[in-house]
């Protein structure tokens, strides 16, 4: 990711590269459903975006050819107004959680085998305090 753009920003340009199997983008699915939880029980708004791209190939026959693509899922979080607070990813290679903060221009790296730290992450910097 960009500094100050979350993934999904990033990726309108079509990097191929980015793109994950459906085996590792749902292990990254599981691992940001605990991130979410966590959140949703102390009153956090946030969703899962999943981004799928399609690729068609015409040569003037009637059937058309294609492959499709994936991207590794996000965890958007939102305050209680509505803004986007913060987009948690996980890493391809690393496995570690992305954390991406409205008001910063870094992107924090967390262990991927600690959520609870995510969450505490996003609470007291965004929300005034995590547990």
Do not use: C
Not at 3 to 27: C, F, Q, W, Y
Request: aromatic share 4%.
């Amino acid at each position: 990711m960009t500094p100050g753009r979350t993934a999904t920003e990033s990726r309108t340009r079509g990097h191929e590269d980015d793109e994950v199997s459906d085996s590792t983008a749902k292990k990254h699915d599981a691992a940001l459903a605990i991130v979410q939880r966590l959140l949703s029980v102390r009153g956090v708004r946030s969703f899962v975006i999943h981004t799928i791209t399609l690729k068609l190939f015409g040569d003037g026959r009637p059937l058309l050819r294609g492959s499709r693509g994936r991207y590794a899922p996000e965890l958007v979080v939102r305050s209680g107004g509505g803004w986007v607070v913060a987009t948690v990813s996980v890493g391809a290679r690393s496995g570690s959680f992305l954390v991406s903060m409205r008001d910063s221009r870094d992107i924090e790296m967390m262990p991927s085998g600690d959520p609870e730290k995510v969450a505490n992450l996003i609470l007291s910097t965004q929300f005034g305090g995590g547990s």
